[in-house]
């Protein structure tokens, strides 16, 4: 029996470590670019150590200097089908779009269909707010630099769907929602404020908030191959397959889709309609006059009004402005893409980049370029992203949880033997095991619950970050429930032993 148990235990052992080693193996491969360090020596190798280190499959970038254009493609916008990126691939903008929505709002204002100091019940009479109990009014001017006191993460409360009615369920769903500060008082960014101005902008025209942008900005730009991306409409051969990180790799993830905030992140576009849009900022080639006016004012700071930021640093219009150098930028992300602009109206320089993943690497690679552009020296990649943070410690932890896993497992099959000499002895590992079967058991409830305790919940986990979390949840919780078994073991052998 005992030489059973010997080669059982002895093939157990095995077969664990070679789960170990495989495991690791495999992690360690695709995790070790991203704490390499790279190579910074030029514009190229900067993008591509970048890319590298979030795992980021394919970036655009578009660069416009003094009315010159420079397109610069790399990686693949389908990476099973081994695409490449070119300047007419087609990418999601993410909070980008803003900018567009905030020039629909400034353009019905200059025609007379409202102002921007209405407020949103004069066109959507149900939406009641409260701040401390108490119904209070938002302003156009408010939502417009997130100055309303929606909290940011009212971004949970945008319905997943692709029917129309899907707009008027995300108001509705923030239509009573208790706010964070005063209206007018802080910024505080949050996306569903630009989704109320898509309604509003609806409830003013008669018309659907992209039909409208698409007539009155994109048609008149030449932006012929951006469209608003509703979940309706068929994809165009031209869109970059989408992705999320996972154990430090790049997997093909199709997002679920959100009419209900298409106007503050599913604008599609490609770097020669945005080479347009940037152009149209910086005043160059023809523009009609209207929207040419519309463009000068989305740049210009009411302090009043606009969200402040930082010093000499303004949120207005769609833009985070910064009035002393005369610089307009933002970026943008949705679950698998991401952008970032950047435009010197008073340098005549500008630079937009594109990713079909959600990860920072836009905008450190459009600040190292306009750094560059600038004669200054581009900075090495910054672990401040949080979702290639995530999946890094996360795929840490699934090793770890794997290592613990296989130990437990081994302690089982080998059978737990306990060495009581005397009574004191007994006591003290009764003790011992009955603390251990307590915490195991919190800690077990702790692996499901935290999501919560970080005013997260399941949903947005699995949209937004990188399955190595639930992975590792599974882990964890098989880990404790083997700690529970083990401790139980213990408690009876030590009862038994009476």
Same mark, same amino acid.
């Given at each position: 029996m005992?030489k059973?148990?010997?080669?059982t235990?002895?093939s157990?052992?095995?077969?664990?470590l070679?789960?170990?080693?495989?495991?690791?193996? #495999?992690?360690?491969?695709?995790?070790?670019?991203?704490?390499?360090?790279g190579?910074?020596?030029n514009? @190229?190798?900067?993008?591509e150590?970048?890319m590298?280190?979030?795992?980021t499959p394919?970036?655009?970038?578009?660069l416009?200097?003094q009315? =010159?254009t420079e397109? /610069?493609n790399?990686g693949?916008? @389908?990476v099973?089908?081994m695409?490449?990126?070119?300047e007419?691939?087609?990418?999601e903008?993410?909070?980008t779009?803003?900018?567009f929505?905030?020039?629909a709002v400034?353009?019905?204002e200059?025609?007379?269909?409202l102002?921007r100091?209405d407020?949103?019940t004069d066109y959507i009479p149900?939406f009641?707010p409260?701040? =401390?109990?108490?119904?209070?009014?938002?302003?156009i001017? +408010? $939502?417009l630099a997130?100055?309303?006191?929606?909290p940011?993460?009212?971004i949970?409360? *945008?319905?997943?769907?692709t029917?129309?009615e /899907?707009?008027?369920k995300?108001?509705h769903?923030?239509?009573?929602i208790?706010l964070?500060?005063?209206?007018?008082?802080?910024?505080?960014?949050?996306? #569903?404020?630009y989704?109320? $101005?898509? &309604?509003?902008?609806e409830k003013a025209?008669?018309?659907?908030?992209?039909?409208y942008?698409t007539?009155?900005i994109?048609?008149?730009? !030449?932006?012929?191959?951006?469209?608003?991306t509703?979940? +309706?409409?068929?994809e165009?051969?031209?869109?970059?397959k989408?992705y999320?990180?996972?154990?430090?790799?790049?997997?093909?993830? @199709?997002?679920?889709?959100y009419?209900?905030?298409i106007?503050?992140?599913?604008?599609?576009?490609?770097?020669k309609?945005?080479?347009?849009?940037?152009?149209?900022q910086m005043?160059?080639?023809y523009?009609?006059e209207?929207?040419l006016?519309?463009?000068q004012?989305s740049h210009?700071?009411?302090?009043?009004t606009?969200g402040y930021? @930082?010093?000499n +640093?303004y949120y207005?219009?769609g833009?985070s402005i910064?009035t002393k150098?005369?610089?307009?930028?933002?970026s943008? #992300?949705n679950?698998?893409?991401s952008?970032?602009?950047i435009?010197?109206l008073?340098?005549?320089?500008?630079?937009f980049v594109?990713?079909?993943m959600?990860?920072t690497?836009?905008s +450190?690679?459009a600040?190292?370029?306009?750094e560059?552009?600038?004669g200054?020296p581009?900075n090495?990649?910054?672990?401040?992203d949080v979702y290639? %943070?995530i999946?890094?410690?996360?795929s840490?932890?699934?090793?770890?949880?794997?290592?613990?896993i296989?130990l437990?497992? *081994?302690?089982?099959?080998? !059978?737990i033997?306990?060495?009581?000499?005397?009574?004191?002895?007994?006591?003290r590992k $009764?003790?011992?095991?009955s603390?251990?079967?307590i %915490?195991?058991?919190?800690?077990?409830?702790?692996v499901?619950i935290?999501?919560?305790l970080?005013n997260?919940?399941?949903?947005?986990?699995r949209?937004? /970050?990188?399955?190595s *979390?639930?992975?590792? &949840?599974?882990?964890?919780?098989?880990n404790?429930i083997?700690?529970?078994i083990?401790n139980?073991?213990?408690?009876?052998?030590?009862r038994?032993?009476?």
């Amino acid at each position: 029996m005992k030489k059973i148990l010997s080669k059982t235990g002895t093939s157990t052992v095995c077969v664990i470590l070679l789960i170990v080693i495989i495991t690791t193996i #495999v992690c360690w491969n695709e995790l070790g670019s991203l704490v390499s360090t790279g190579n910074y020596d030029n514009t @190229d190798n900067m993008v591509e150590t970048i890319m590298s280190k979030s795992a980021t499959p394919g970036v655009a970038v578009v660069l416009l200097k003094q009315g =010159k254009t420079e397109y /610069m493609n790399y990686g693949y916008a @389908d990476v099973n089908n081994m695409k490449r990126v070119t300047e007419e691939s087609l990418f999601e903008l993410g909070s980008t779009t803003k900018a567009f929505t905030a020039l629909a709002v400034i353009l019905l204002e200059n025609e007379g269909y409202l102002s921007r100091s209405d407020f949103i019940t004069d066109y959507i009479p149900s939406f009641e707010p409260t701040i =401390k109990g108490e119904k209070v009014n938002i302003t156009i001017n +408010q $939502l417009l630099a997130h100055t309303s006191g929606i909290p940011p993460w009212s971004i949970q409360l *945008i319905p997943e769907g692709t029917t129309e009615e /899907m707009l008027e369920k995300t108001i509705h769903n923030v239509s009573d929602i208790a706010l964070d500060t005063y209206p007018g008082t802080a910024y505080n960014y949050a996306t #569903v404020n630009y989704d109320i $101005l898509a &309604m509003i902008i609806e409830k003013a025209t008669g018309k659907r908030y992209q039909d409208y942008v698409t007539e009155n900005i994109l048609v008149p730009l !030449g932006m012929t191959d951006s469209y608003f991306t509703t979940g +309706q409409e068929k994809e165009s051969d031209k869109l970059t397959k989408g992705y999320r990180v996972l154990f430090g790799k790049d997997l093909e993830y @199709d997002a679920p889709r959100y009419y209900g905030n298409i106007a503050a992140g599913y604008l599609v576009t490609n770097s020669k309609d945005l080479e347009r849009w940037i152009n149209a900022q910086m005043g160059i080639g023809y523009i009609p006059e209207n929207l040419l006016n519309a463009i000068q004012q989305s740049h210009q700071v009411d302090i009043n009004t606009a969200g402040y930021e @930082d010093e000499n +640093q303004y949120y207005s219009f769609g833009w985070s402005i910064d009035t002393k150098n005369r610089v307009v930028s933002h970026s943008g #992300v949705n679950p698998n893409y991401s952008s970032q602009v950047i435009i010197n109206l008073e340098k005549q320089q500008a630079i937009f980049v594109l990713a079909n993943m959600n990860s920072t690497a836009p905008s +450190q690679i459009a600040n190292n370029i306009y750094e560059s552009m600038n004669g200054n020296p581009m900075n090495k990649f910054n672990y401040d992203d949080v979702y290639v %943070l995530i999946d890094l410690i996360f795929s840490f932890l699934v090793i770890v949880a794997v290592v613990n896993i296989c130990l437990k497992a *081994i302690k089982l099959v080998r !059978g737990i033997k306990l060495n009581i000499k005397d009574e004191k002895t007994r006591v003290r590992k $009764l003790i011992g095991s009955s603390v251990s079967l307590i %915490l195991s058991i919190m800690f077990l409830a702790l692996v499901f619950i935290w999501p919560y305790l970080f005013n997260n919940n399941y949903y947005m986990i699995r949209v937004w /970050m990188s399955y190595s *979390i639930f992975i590792w &949840m599974g882990l964890a919780a098989i880990n404790f429930i083997l700690s529970i078994i083990i401790n139980i073991k213990k408690i009876v052998i030590i009862r038994g032993s009476l």
